[in-house]
């Protein structure tokens, strides 16, 4: 069963616009929380994260935002660029792992266009 | 930088056929990780490890083994490739504090034929 979701498989946002893509998660012992992004025949890189002791962080036009008690993170995008077109991917890790393993939502597409 | 390099961009094999994936990272990071991605299912991890020569079955262990005998290296081994192996493998890495992202390499597209 998935424990992280992105509910929207894709999402097209005019260039300027703010795009904001959720995730949601189930898992009460998640505590950590990361964006990634992936372009087409590359692997994923790290975007921008987020520790379950703050409810906002922010890293130039990305902010993060999370709602612990609707289990709920979403990542914001403004103004949104051509080339922010990607797949976006939310991961949560378990507090007091130490194996390191992230759990993934299957994606959402981000297509901006111009 | 950190760097995760992966053995092929692209592969072609045949059914039944063993095949070899490997990664190297340069960071002396402790764990190490192989996923595969397929459209609409995201990233799922097969496989993982958190030291030499230890390994964690993921989520869709079957038809996969690993090897780690060295710090650096992991290697995703499919026994005996079938065509619903057909997929992108992805490698990535991170060290066991702080911060917590994973580091990912650039991905073998593999097809089996």
């Known amino acids: 069963d998935q424990q992280v979701k992105q509910n929207s498989p894709s999402l097209s946002v005019q260039e300027g616009r703010i795009s904001i893509l959720n995730c949601d998660y189930t898992?009460?012992?998640?505590?950590?929380f990361l964006w990634y992004k992936k372009y087409p025949a590359e692997g994923p890189t790290f975007l921008i994260s987020?520790?379950?002791?703050?409810d906002k962080n922010e890293d130039g036009r990305f902010t993060v935002f999370l709602n612990k008690s609707a289990k709920h993170l979403s990542l914001h995008i403004v103004p949104s660029q051509p080339g922010d077109s990607a797949v976006y991917f939310c991961a949560a890790e378990p507090r007091g792992s130490t194996l390191g393993r992230l759990y993934f939502g299957r994606g959402t597409q981000l297509t901006v266009w111009p | 930088d950190v760097k995760v390099t992966q053995s092929s961009r692209y592969l072609v094999k045949r059914t039944g056929e063993k095949v070899f994936l490997e990664c190297v990272q340069d960071?002396?990071?402790?764990?190490m990780f192989w996923y595969r991605q397929d459209p609409g299912l995201g990233l799922r991890l097969i496989y993982f490890?958190?030291?030499?020569?230890?390994?964690e079955k993921g989520d869709i262990p079957e038809g996969y083994s690993v090897s780690r005998e060295k710090k650096e290296r992991f290697s995703l081994i499919l026994e005996s490739a079938s065509t619903n192996q057909t997929s992108m493998y992805l490698c990535?890495?991170?060290?066991?504090?702080?911060?917590?992202?994973?580091?990912f390499g650039p991905g073998t597209r593999l097809t089996v034929t």
């Open positions: 490890s958190y030291d030499v020569k230890m390994k």
């Open positions: 990535a890495s991170r060290t066991g504090h702080p911060p917590y992202e994973q580091y």
């Open positions: 960071m002396d990071h402790e764990n």
């Open positions: 898992n009460s012992m998640f505590d950590y």
């Open positions: 987020i520790s379950s002791i703050k």
